[in-house]
């Protein structure tokens, strides 16, 4: 013999034809249903398992990484731009409080100006 020995029942040879034993095997190879669902089972723990994995990789990753630190210089930027939009908001209140006032003015002075209903 040239390959391994597979020991087959004898029960099995003698139920089964030659040609139909490979006919048998043919159709059980090819049929979709198992092949669907091992796809199936495959893909969602594949889908489930690898972000995990990958999340667990990332923090075994950086667990020895020291915490980011600002230099100066830009932390100096940092303070600047908060001081500027800070006083943005101040101008930002003071024109709406003006618009506030201009439009309570308007509103008054065209209640005065309107005809009575007699005329």
């Keep these: 013999m040239n390959g391994p020995e597979v020991l087959v029942p004898m029960a099995f040879v003698q139920a089964i034809p030659p040609m139909e034993a490979h006919e048998t095997i043919y159709r059980a190879m090819t ?4 092949v669907a669902i091992v796809a199936i089972i495959f893909g ?7 972000p995990l994995a990958r999340g667990w990789a990332r923090r075994l990753e950086n667990r020895g990484a020291p915490p980011a630190t600002l230099s100066q210089d830009i932390e100096d930027r940092l303070d600047r731009i908060e001081r500027a939009v800070e006083s943005i908001a101040v101008e930002v209140e003071r024109v709406s409080e003006g618009q ?7 509103a008054e002075k065209a209640a005065t100006k309107l005809p ?4």
């Design 116 to 119: 009575s209903a007699d005329q």
């Design 44 to 50: 969602t723990l594949s889908s489930v398992l690898y």
């Design 31 to 34: 049929t979709g249903g198992d």
């Design 100 to 106: 506030r006032f201009v439009t309570k003015l308007l």
